[in-house]
């Protein structure tokens, strides 16, 4: 398979063997990514274009609002729609207030994510990036505690995490993949890996189902994020609304 690095300032192109996984160190700049065919990087780029283009690439309430937003999330390569538009849903209930939609994840607006999520686009700002490594910078730039939520042996217990005070705010949470997960470069740049715990015999959660609970954990480990008006709320919220 011929691939290419997805570091900016990388970038070198190589032949991968396609017989084992497709994650693993760029032979040039030798940091940790995964890999893809070139054809489907070149199908992200034109979609991103064509995104940016049409005014397609962002959407929802302040999209285009200076400075990081309090709670927010990166979501990686989520290929359902209804997932997508699941966690839109979730994340305006748990106080995201901004989505960056990563890679092959579907962005608004697609009906299949509008009949899940509700109107929520419109409330939860998104942007689209092809990659991840587009705004993994960013983050970093602006202080954002990244906090990947991925199962692996070394990812601490999200529970634990937030008992010895390992949670601050401005926060990204990110989540990736249905099957594969989140990518080696987002794991190598997080502040954070973790997980939830499995005490049955599958091995892990829907990703929107997942999210919410790792959304409303971290939320509600972040109080001081909140105005005062917004906190009357959520002590204050228990109606149901009906599908």
Known sequence: MLTRC?????????LLDTTGE?????????????????AILGELER?????????QDRGGKGADSPGP???????????????????FRTA?????????LCGI?????????????????????WRYHASALEVLPLLKRQGVQLVALESLPAAEPLAQAVARGA????????VGNEVSGLSAETLAASDLIVSLPMRG???????????????????????????????????????????
């Open 6 to 14: 997805p570091y900016p300032d990388c970038q070198h192109e190589f």
């Open 22 to 38: 497709r994650g693993g160190v760029c032979p040039s700049c030798r940091r940790p990514a995964r890999f893809r065919p070139l």
């Open 47 to 55: 979609l991103r274009r064509r995104r940016l283009d049409d005014g």
């Open 69 to 87: 937003a309090p709670l927010s999330a990166l979501l990686e390569d989520v290929r359902s729609l209804w997932n997508v538009g699941s966690i």
């Open 92 to 100: 305006d209930g748990a106080g995201f207030s901004l989505l960056y």
């Open 105 to 125: 994840t579907g962005c608004p607006p697609r009906k299949e994510l509008m009949k899940v999520s509700l109107g929520a686009e419109r409330a939860v700002s």
């Open 167 to 174: 949670i601050r705010a401005p926060l990204c949470l990110a």
């Open 201 to 243: 015999t599958k091995e892990s959660l829907n990703v929107a189902v997942a999210y919410g609970i790792a959304a409303y954990c971290l939320a509600d480990a972040l109080p001081d994020r909140l105005s005062a008006p917004e906190r009357a709320a959520r002590q204050t919220a228990g109606g149901h609304e009906r599908r």
